[in-house]
Nanobody, 124 residues
């Protein structure tokens, strides 16, 4: 089971990026898929998640700016990030939870599989 994240980069305040995460190794249709982020010296933070049944969750700081979506046929989860702010700068990780069909949890401990991370830097 592997998750491969991509799409990070350097963008100015107010800009946009789209992160993608491709899952391979098994069918993820019933899994919850999530995005987390981490800056040096801080704990990994929940950003957004979508359950296997399509329920969507966001941390308050990204509501209205970020959109999570999934394509089960392609085994991918994406995070469209608009109106980016310097405080969004972090390494972003995608993750999968095999118990997440009805609910996508916000705790990193609930997730079984992790991608390698992709750096997002927002300059002021």
């Amino acid at each position: 089971v592997q998750l491969q994240a991509s799409g990070g980069g350097l963008v100015r305040t107010g800009g946009s990026l789209r992160l993608s995460c491709v899952a391979s190794g098994r069918t993820f249709t019933t899994y919850a898929l999530g995005w987390f982020r981490q800056v040096p010296g801080k704990e990994r933070e929940f950003v957004a998640a979508i359950s296997g049944s399509g329920n969507i969750y966001y941390v308050d700081s990204v509501k209205g700016r970020f959109t999570i979506s999934r394509d089960n046929a392609q085994s991918t989860v994406s995070l469209q990030m608009n109106s980016l702010k310097p405080e969004d700068t972090a390494v972003y990780y995608c993750a999968a939870d095999r118990h997440g069909y009805n609910t996508a949890f916000q705790s990193p401990q609930e997730y079984d599989h992790w991608g390698q991370g992709t750096q997002v830097t927002v300059s002021s």
